[in-house]
């Protein structure tokens, strides 16, 4: 045995001895440090998230209308009575699709947009980068309703500039399906891509320029630098920014009733989150929205699972 490895040895004796060493148990009781420290959190979150949530799967199981709600009739358990009939009925099937395809257009909008001008904050100099950035914010900031009303205005048939300006006279743009649908994914995209855009060009700023400059050198265009150096290294900041959309976009609630009148001429117009709002509220069958509601909550849950497990089997740390 060689002298230091004796050294190690007898070191590692002494530690055994003193209770330190790495393969000793974790002193008795330190286990709940970190989660007293998580304490006030999770207790925030239990009554915010967690109790809200349960009281809606709670519901769905019940029937549960104006009239249990008057106490003029009892609570009768349902068990899946109401998703039995909200699968069979056409009008889900329907609405759910629409909103599929609304989402996923707003979600694939706005990351292009928010991902275009954030490589664009990197190009211009400071004072056109200011600009850009406070009217983001200006647009990030603005209400829901606000926004609403606004392109309401500017899209308006007889007073607003924008059929003035396209020579389409008094064009309604909330009459028909498909122009109502791409009306409120201008505003969603126009509230939305802020965030987009602030945090994928921070991601961008702190990539080392030395990277991008030799892609530069190497004779790289702009948009091979994005999909071949900048797309992989911002990866993790990505798939936040897509995540957080597909929610936000998924579940758009103001801007279509707010624009479409409550979801469109004989509901052309609904999306999932409406759709619940007129079962629950208009036709007073809380218990049948609280059943949309559960449906799209599982959904937008299995898609971030999906997401982020194939992330993880490319080998993406997040």
């Known amino acids: 045995m060689t002298p230091n490895s004796s050294v190690v040895v007898e070191r590692s004796r002494v530690l055994r001895r ?10 008795q ?12 959190a999770l207790v925030v979150l239990g009554g915010l998230l967690v109790y809200p949530i349960y009281q809606l799967g709670l519901i769905s199981f ?25 699968f069979s009925d056409s009008q889900f099937w329907q609405v759910l699709v629409a ?46 309703v606000t926004g609403s009303t606004v392109w309401l205005l500017l899209f308006d048939p007889d007073f607003g500039p924008v059929n003035r300006i396209l020579g389409l006279g008094d064009h309604s743009w909330t009459y028909g399906r498909l122009s109502a649908f791409f009306l409120v994914l201008l505003e969603v995209v126009w509230c939305s891509f802020p965030f987009v855009m602030v945090t994928v060009y921070a991601g961008i700023r702190a990539v080392p320029s030395e990277v991008l400059e030799a892609a530069a050198l190497d004779g790289a265009s702009q948009w091979r630098i994005w ?4 797309t ?40 999932l989150n409406v759709y619940a709002y007129q079962q629950a509220f208009a036709s007073s069958k809380y218990s049948l929205g609280s059943a949309i509601g559960v449906v799209m909550l599982l959904m937008l849950l299995a898609v971030t699972l999906v997401y982020l497990r194939l992330l993880r089997r490319q080998g993406e740390e997040l």
């Open 18 to 27: 003193r209770g330190l060493s790495r393969s000793s148990p974790r002193p």
């Open 29 to 40: 009781g330190s286990w709940g440090v970190p989660w007293l420290y998580l304490a006030p």
């Open 62 to 86: 019940f029937q549960y209308t104006q009239a249990q709600v008057s106490g003029g009739e009892p609570t009768t358990f349902e068990g899946f009575g109401n998703y039995s009939a909200l």
């Open 99 to 144: 909103t599929v395809v609304f989402a996923g257009a707003c979600v694939v909008s706005t990351l292009a947009v928010g991902c275009a001008l954030a490589v664009l904050l990197t190009r211009v100099r400071a004072v056109p980068r200011l600009v850009l950035m406070l009217a983001a914010l200006g647009a990030w900031a603005t209400p829901a």
């Open 227 to 230: 999909r071949s150096i900048l």
């Open 232 to 271: 992989p290294m911002l990866r993790p900041i990505l798939t936040v920014v897509t995540i957080q959309s597909v929610i936000w976009d998924f579940k758009v609630f103001t801007q279509i009733y707010v624009m479409t009148n409550g979801g469109g001429i004989a509901g052309q117009n609904l999306v």
